[in-house]
């Protein structure tokens, strides 16, 4: 079965984008979260990439 990308319904702050790629490689939600932080911070380009990443990556689907 291959692993698929998806934001997550539970735990997510704004969209779920962090916590879908936290899930995704198997490490904590809250390094995520930091580096995002510090892209948004340092560059400025980071909220952008969010706000793309949160458009593109579904949903984890309903069960």
Known sequence: ???K???VRDGK???G???GI???FNIDPKFVR???AAFI???GSGLLVYI????FIPKVPKR
């Not at 793309?52 to 458009?55: D, G, K």
């Open 1 to 3: 079965m291959s692993k």
């Open 5 to 7: 990308l998806y934001r």
């Open 13 to 15: 702050w704004i969209a």
């Open 17 to 19: 984008v962090c916590g």
């Open 22 to 24: 936290a899930k995704y």
């Open 34 to 36: 930091l580096l995002c």
């Open 41 to 43: 911070l340092a560059f």
């Open 52 to 55: 793309v990443l949160a458009i």
